[in-house]
T-cell receptor
């Protein structure tokens, strides 16, 4: 079983839609949860960081962590064409000294 | 400032060349990472340095040789690479311990091996 599972998509939505991106994980020791946005041929850009459980909001982005279900989500409100990118979830805090990544979800926002 | 810089942005090299990738951060972070990323795949961990000591080497071929001269700098020395090594090479850092807290990535070096 993979440490982190993420639906690769692709996901295509109209401009202004609410987008929901999700990851599930198997290691209950994970405490650090991140979402990255990656444009084609660029490095991943940190969007949201959450420690342990709960919600975090930053502008149009909301990150949720449900440790009991081993499930994290990223919501994008009022999606824009500039949000078209691949979104990667990542998590750490297990026994290994590394982060574990989802496969990435490709999102296209259609004007 | 949450910036990790990488040079060069692009690199083309032949299979007999020797080249180096450079990564720098001035956030005072003590864990630094090299990743390799192929198209439409997540980053794949290569090396982790913790407090300037090699912490993880993910069975990477010896034609890749990392170096951490000080807490701000990370190099990746390349020699006798193969065409399948063509990829985006990413550097990242975290404040203290590897696999903990927030990880910041650099923009990457796009490497093409001919």
């Amino acid at each position: 079983q993979k440490e982190v599972e993420q639906d690769p998509g692709p996901l295509s939505v109209p401009e202004g839609a609410i987008v929901s991106l999700n990851c599930t994980y198997s290691n209950s020791a994970f405490q650090y949860f991140m979402w990255y946005r990656q444009y084609s041929r660029k490095g991943p850009e940190l969007l949201m960081y959450t420690y342990s459980s709960g919600n975090k909001e930053d502008g149009r982005f909301t990150a949720q962590v449900d440790k009991s279900s081993k499930y994290i989500s990223l919501f994008i409100r009022d999606s824009q064409p500039s949000d078209s990118a691949t979104y990667l979830c990542a998590m750490g805090g297990g026994t290994g000294n590394q982060f574990y990544f989802g496969t990435g979800t490709s999102l296209t926002v259609i004007p | 400032d949450t910036e990790v810089t990488q040079t060069p942005k692009h690199l083309v090299m032949g299979m007999t060349n020797k080249k180096s990738l450079k990564c720098e951060q001035h956030m005072g972070h003590r864990a630094m990472y090299w990743y390799k990323q192929k198209a439409k795949k997540p980053p794949e961990l290569m090396f982790v340095y913790s407090y300037e000591k090699l912490s993880i080497n993910e069975s990477v071929p010896s034609r890749f040789s990392p170096e951490c001269p000080n807490s701000s700098l990370l190099n990746l020395h390349l020699h006798a690479l193969q065409p399948e090594d063509s990829a985006l090479y990413l550097c990242a850092s975290t404040p203290r311990l590897p696999g903990r807290e927030t990880q910041y990535f650099g923009p990457g070096t796009r490497l093409l091996v001919l």
